[in-house]
Every structure is written in structure tokens, then in C-alpha cells.
């Protein structure tokens, strides 16, 4: 066999193993999902974080550290919005995180989130309020959409615990 046919012979057998490998079954992905349910996810982290957010048009930052904090929670909230459109173990998670509006809410209270995060940097009391506005019209929309029943499920007890440091 000259070097000219064993070329084009190997030429061959590899243009049938690429076919061959292309035209086997796909291998199955598995789904990423959450360790816990979307509900928890919101009354862990959504509520954790917005609380604050909200309550700071009243109670203003006052030091360093407060606006750090802000800045914090802001951040978590941005993540946290991102999150809800993985889908995690709760029996509806699924069905929502297929919805095109649920993905849009989500998105949408991911860059408002961010917005509360340049606000905190900037130390602007103006912004965070205009963001914690944003932020209240997109939860609000979505569980008047989703989950018109109460919010968390009382998972860990009184839905805003950190509302009452507004009278303090």
C-alpha cells in the first residue's frame, strides 16, 4: 500500500468515527437545581435582604458601616434575584422557573437590586428609595402573578422581622 492510499484509507476511517460519535445519543444533562425550594429561597434571602433596603427610606444610613451594610444586602438581593431562576426542590419551582414572566420578574429585581448597590456606594438616600420602590412594584407584581397567598409560608415566623426596628 502506497502512502497515497493509506492517506485517503485513514482519511476515511476518521471521517466514519466522527460520524459514527456524532450519531450516538445524546448524553443526558442533568438539570442544575437548588438545594432548597424557591419559597425558601425568598424568605432566606429575598425578605432577608429587602427588608432593609425598604426600611432605609425611613431610617436612613447613617455611618460607614450602615452603608456598607446596605451595600450588602443590596448585593445579596441582586444574587438572589438571579437565583430564583434556577429551579430548586419545591413541588411548583418547576412549573414557575418555565414561565417567561417569572424569569422577566426575577431579572428585573436582579438589576433593580444593582441599582440599590450603586445607591449604597454613592451614598445616595435618593436612589436607594427610588430602588427600594422598584424593588417593592416587582415583588408585589409577581406574587399578585404567582403566589397571591401569604408571601413565605410563615417559614421562619413573622414575614418582616426587621419591620419593627422602624419604630425603634
Known sequence: MNKQTRAVRNLVLTVF???????????EVEEFRLPISINEVMASLINHSADPIWIAAWRNPVTEQDWRELEHLARQLQVGGALL????????????????????????????????????????????????????????????????????????????????EIDD
Open 17 to 27: 468515527v466522527i460520524t459514527l460519535t456524532n450519531c450516538s445519543p445524546p448524553q
Open 85 to 164: 431562576t434556577i429551579p430548586g426542590s419545591g413541588p411548583v419551582d418547576t412549573m414557575w422557573t418555565s414561565r417567561r414572566n417569572w424569569r422577566e420578574y426575577s431579572l428585573a429585581l436582579s438589576d433593580s437590586a444593582g441599582r440599590a448597590v450603586n445607591a449604597a456606594r454613592s451614598k445616595d438616600m435618593e436612589l436607594v428609595k427610588r430602588a427600594g420602590d422598584e424593588i417593592i412594584a416587582i415583588c408585589e407584581s409577581c406574587h399578585s402573578d404567582f403566589k397571591p397567598d401569604l408571601p413565605t409560608m410563615n417559614i421562619y415566623g413573622e414575614l418582616s422581622p426587621t419591620a419593627d
